[in-house]
């Protein structure tokens, strides 16, 4: 298996490369959204700005670590023809995935990181300084859970290719709900109190918001607890539809094109 993955992430790591101008337009297109929200809420409340400026790269450097688009590749596979072609390799498809999906966040981490010390330099408020040790190994944690929740959201309704013909447009619907419950949109202490509580039980906030509370130190105490919690749970929810899934879907495919 270790073998294995060192070809796979080989090959993904020269494709990547190979679409240089892609890989640049993804990097700064996936910056714009979060800085441009940033903005409006230190307009709006100009007394937390350095709140609001440490949430919202915080927010871009979790976005990026646990982004997924597989819905988008697996529909087209699906509909056109060429999953077939994976479908009959000695290796599951969704390793193909995950090693996309770690060279990708790889790349990012490399060029943010870097990209956040210098900034820290000129803007006191992304200094790290305060950050306890357990604080951080909590933030991990919870980022790696989120990486891995938000791979199987995208996974399992890109797997529904096999019934829906265009699965992207139910996905969009269930992106737009995220942007609100994942503090994408604000921070999850600004919600109204019903939307708060309503998030604590979906997927959406362990995708992204969770891990930037406890970053933040916004969540606490038997809170964290719960939110490894429930993070777990859905992890395992998404575990089981894509097995489900993925053997049904065997049956109904077609191998219609290609």
Same mark, same amino acid.
């Given at each position: ?14 494709? %990547? ?13 996936? %910056? ?9 809420? %230190? ?21 990026? %670590?646990?982004? &997924? ?36 966040? &790889? !790349? ?17 408020? !992304? ?62 202490? !600004? ?40 993070? &777990? ?7 089981? &539809?894509? !097995? ?15």
């Amino acid at each position: 298996m270790f073998r294995k993955y060192s070809v796979l992430l080989r090959m993904k790591y020269v494709e %990547m490369f190979a679409y240089r101008l892609a890989t640049i337009v993804w990097m700064t297109g996936a %910056m714009v959204q979060p800085l441009i929200t940033m903005m409006v809420w %230190m307009n709006i409340d100009p007394d937390q700005e350095n709140e609001f400026i440490f949430y919202f790269a915080a927010l871009i450097f979790v976005e990026r %670590m646990t982004s &997924a688009w597989d819905v988008w590749e697996l529909e087209r596979e699906i509909r056109e023809g060429t999953f077939s072609y994976q479908i009959v390799r000695p290796f599951h498809p969704i390793h193909w995935a995950i090693a996309e999906n770690i060279v990708y966040k &790889a !790349l990012f981490l490399v060029i943010l990181i870097p990209a956040w010390g210098l900034l820290a330099v000129f803007i006191p408020a !992304l200094r790290l300084d305060q950050i306890s040790a357990a604080k951080w190994l909590l933030f991990f944690c919870a980022l790696l859970l989120a990486a891995v929740i938000r791979f199987l959201f995208s996974y399992t309704f890109g797997l529904l290719g096999f019934w829906v013909t265009k699965v992207t447009a139910l996905y969009g619907m269930f992106e737009a709900v995220s942007l609100f419950l994942s503090g994408r949109i604000a921070p999850m202490s !600004l919600l109204p109190p019903f939307l708060k509580t309503i998030s604590f039980y979906l997927p959406f906030r362990y995708m992204v918001g969770f891990p930037i509370e406890i970053l933040t130190g916004s969540v606490q105490g038997m809170d964290i607890v719960y939110g490894f919690g429930w993070a &777990a749970v859905w992890c395992m929810v998404f575990m089981l &539809a894509v !097995l489900l899934l993925w053997k049904a879907g065997l049956r109904k495919n077609q191998a219609v094109g290609g």
